[in-house]
């Protein structure tokens, strides 16, 4: 009975530091972000009362469709994210856990990433200008743009934004819409010469597309595998890695045409 108790005694010993562990574990931060949708714009319209596009210098076009830029939503930068947190979107279709670093720039106080994140936005702008204007062969010394997307930061936008210029400026080059009157969204980087780059959190950014009525999506081709990894349904992905092949891809869907796909 005596070495019974002792056992019994010393399992009790070494378990409770044990269960003392797993719940500290369960209730420490973790190195991760939460994510999921975020809302999406039409960048041929307005957002909060503000003209998205202003084009001054030239006349524009009366734009039917939409072009949406689409986002994800992320924990707050200094937010603690638990195994809890962790494991209940692990098995949510609608968010996603992020290594905090890929979503954040690491070592940066909240403060310095909404500045990095609205520096980030303002060359984004800068370079969807250019490579709209590029594209059309039209002077930035004559063609004046504003770009307007209130608390919205990051450089993801830069493809939609250039194409709204092309639709606002060019339409489809025959007097018809780029969008064909539907409602496309889509992602990814711009450079000024119009090279389009990958962005991440595709698949969020898909289903806040068909939320908000998308049925066509351009998507960065470097990331069509991820996308169509999980697809919402109703929604036809587009692939482009230019600016120019958005432009011919958008043409060609509205005419019948060959258009990419993943």
Not at 12 to 26: D, E
Not at 29 to 57: H, K, Q, W
Not at 92 to 110: I, N, Q, S
Not at 159 to 169: E, Q
Request: charged share 20%; aromatic share 2%.
């Amino acid at each position: 009975m005596r070495a019974v108790s002792l056992r019994t005694t010393l399992l009790a010993c070494c378990t409770a530091p044990v269960v003392a562990l797993v719940a500290v574990a369960a209730l420490a931060p973790l190195p991760f972000a939460i994510t999921e949708p975020g809302m999406t714009a039409d960048v041929l319209g307005d957002y909060r009362g503000e003209e998205v596009i202003t084009v001054s210098g030239t006349e524009t076009r009366k734009t039917s469709g939409e072009l949406r830029m689409t986002t994800i939503a992320a924990t707050a930068p200094e937010t603690d994210v638990g195994v809890t947190d962790v494991v209940d979107a692990w098995f949510d279709e609608e968010r996603a856990v992020l290594p905090h670093d890929a979503v954040y720039p690491a070592g940066k106080t909240p403060e310095q990433v909404e500045k990095h994140n609205a520096a980030e936005m303002r060359e984004s702008q800068h370079t969807a200008t250019a490579a709209a204007l590029r594209l059309l062969h039209r002077s930035p010394g004559s063609v004046r743009v504003k770009l307007s997307l209130a608390q919205v930061g990051g450089p993801s936008a830069g493809l939609m934004f250039a194409l709204g210029i092309v639709d606002k400026l060019d339409g489809d080059g025959r007097g018809g819409d780029l969008t064909g009157g539907r409602t496309i969204a889509g992602t990814g980087t711009i450079t000024e010469h119009g090279a389009v780059g990958a962005v991440g959190g595709v698949p969020l950014k898909t289903r806040a597309a068909v939320r908000d009525g998308a049925t066509v999506f351009l998507v960065p081709k470097q990331e069509c595998a991820e996308a169509q990894a999980s697809l919402p349904h109703g929604l036809r992905l587009i692939p482009v890695s230019t600016l120019k092949g958005a432009v011919s891809a958008l043409k060609a869907l509205d005419s019948g045409g060959r258009v990419p796909s993943c």
